[in-house]
């Protein structure tokens, strides 16, 4: 029997077989036949990858959603980078056989990407690595092999965004990878398709662990191989009472969201896509409480236009069938970097240009996306949300500028909610002490706090060389979000908190007593914050 720890992407158990997810042997020449054909032979493995990578959209999109889906499409891209593409095509000039130019060429950008400092910047990394293997493979005629047979926990010292969506999430029980990092896209990846899963595994990879019986327990981020009766007996306890409870929260199912004492609060969904949209339906949101803007602009060439933002933002107010959708304007910039809008580099990124900041200096971009969002209101219940807010100076200019967008959709005789709300977020500790100047200026406060908690201890939550120091509950972030629920009450607004926090059941009361009266979560947790504040005594 080993033991072993990894970190949690998501809490669940799993018990079964091990797979053994083996890379394809992708040995070949370095030197080509001729650079004529070896040229032939890259440009019909490009032709196949784009198709492959379209194929695989489609599927992610329709299983997973489009956020998700959106990861293939920036792998996409890459086939389309003259840099990329250029950059092979001459090394196969210069004498290098196909695979061998694919190879160098995509190793040097992945490195290139992999020494920024950008987090964003450097996850791009992952993506050259996986097109390039892609075209390795196909290259090659290398048949991937790996096909699972019958479910099973799947180990591998780490999975490519695109192996882990081509999988048959049927047959998989689990996760388990020896590197990756809870940020990775497998890790993303893993969490929308339900599977539980551990990154940064200790565990010693061979072919002779297949087949061998193993025990995954996110819950507290152990797996167990060639486990014992007591340790299976343990797990199936533990795996029935995850089962149990989930059939409990079904009772919470059309409930109304409130605690013993009459207290009313809306349990609403965070969202990325208009096909999110569903999920939060489907999972008894009220509402979506953060719809983000920026998922519009990844994956693409170049910014989109207002008819392109219009269509999905209707159809995500439509799948709410008369819910609130509050919809959060453009964030841009930190980690979410977008070539097309030339962006300088900056040392610290998080502190830089970007939210609003991009906005009120680039009125067109803000624009298209306010159009869009009016625009978007006359087919259902909307509401606008700016992030990044610091000054009631930024308010007032905001303001003053959806009054001039107001006129112009009037003039062009566009129908749209002219009682919208409007609201901020929360993510700044400046905006939290000032609540008071802020509140009587917007309908409604929204508490990023992942941002709020990262900008108040200083600690930057990408970094896990500061997951010790890092702590959620610190009384400095709660005595924050304290104000601004006071200064919300005091004012007659309302506010919610869209962020990790909103989750955390062990705070629900706390949030409660504070005057908060709605929590956007992950669709999928919605039935347990209803749960809680429904048992709450508050």
Not at 116 to 136: E, H, T
Not at 165 to 174: E, G, P, R, T, W
Not at 176 to 184: F, P, R
Not at 369 to 397: D, H, N, T, W
Request: a negative charge; hydrophobic letters at 40%; glycine letters at 6%.
């Amino acid at each position: 029997m080993i033991k072993g720890k990894g970190k949690s992407v998501f809490s669940s158990i799993a018990i079964g077989k091990i797979f053994v997810f083996e890379k394809a042997d992708l040995s070949y020449s370095l030197e080509g036949e001729c650079s004529e054909n070896e040229l032939e032979k890259l440009n019909a493995a490009i032709d196949k990858a784009r198709a492959d990578l379209s194929a695989l959209y489609e599927k992610t999109l329709k299983e997973l959603g489009q956020e998700q889906a959106d990861i293939i499409d920036v792998q996409s891209m890459f086939l389309e980078d003259p840099d990329f593409t250029e950059g092979i095509e001459a090394e196969i000039n210069s004498g290098l056989s196909a695979p061998a130019a694919v190879k160098k060429v995509g190793d040097e950008m992945a490195e290139s990407f992999a020494s920024l400092d950008d987090d964003y910047m450097k996850a791009r990394a992952l993506d050259v690595r996986d097109i390039s293997d892609r075209l390795v493979r196909t290259l090659l005629g290398a048949d991937k092999g790996n096909q699972i047979e019958e479910p099973s926990i799947l180990v591998s010292d780490d999975l490519t965004p695109s192996e882990t969506i081509s999988l048959d999430k049927s047959k998989i029980l689990a996760i388990v990878i020896k590197n990756g990092s809870s940020n990775s896209h497998t890790a993303i990846l893993a969490r929308a398709m339900g599977i539980p899963a551990l990154v940064q595994a200790d565990i010693d990879i061979t072919c002779t662990l297949s087949g061998k019986m193993m025990i995954v327990d996110g819950f507290d981020s152990t797996y167990v191989i060639d486990p014992d009766e007591s340790e299976i007996k343990k797990a199936e306890k533990k795996k029935e009472d995850e089962e149990r409870n989930k059939r409990e929260l079904e009772q919470y199912r059309g409930k109304s969201a409130v605690t013993k004492s009459g207290k009313k609060i809306r349990v609403f969904a965070n969202i990325g896509s208009s096909d999110d949209a569903l999920l939060a339906v489907k999972n008894d949101a009220d509402g979506v409480g953060l719809m983000r803007s920026e998922f519009l602009y990844l994956g693409r060439d170049s910014f989109p236009t207002e008819d392109e933002l219009f269509e999905q933002y209707r159809k995500a107010v439509e799948a709410l069938e008369g819910r609130l959708c509050v919809i959060r304007t453009l964030d841009i910039g930190a980690d979410k970097k977008v070539d097309y809008f030339n962006l300088e580099e900056e040392e610290n990124p998080a502190l830089g240009y970007r939210g609003i900041r991009i906005c009120i200096r680039q009125k067109d971009i803000f624009r298209t996306q306010l159009r869009a969002i009016y625009r978007a209101s006359a087919y259902g219940k909307v509401a606008i949300m700016f992030p990044m807010i610091i000054s009631k100076e930024e308010v007032l200019e905001i303001k003053d500028f959806l009054t001039v967008v107001e006129k112009e959709l009037e003039d062009d005789g566009i129908a749209f909610d002219k009682n919208i709300e409007k609201g901020i977020m929360i993510e700044t500790p400046a905006a939290a002490v000032i609540a008071d100047e802020l509140a009587p200026l917007v309908d409604f406060f929204s508490v990023g706090t992942n941002d709020l908690s990262q900008y108040t201890l200083a600690i930057d939550r990408q970094n896990e060389k500061l997951d010790y120091f890092f702590n959620a509950h610190h009384e400095a972030i709660l005595r924050l979000m304290e104000n601004v629920a006071r200064e919300a009450v005091k004012n007659n607004i309302w506010a919610g908190i869209c962020g990790e926090l909103g989750s955390d059941l062990t705070l629900t009361d706390r949030f409660i007593k504070m005057g908060y009266t709605e929590l956007s979560v992950s669709p999928a947790k919605v039935l347990s914050v209803k749960k809680n504040v429904i048992n709450s005594e508050v």
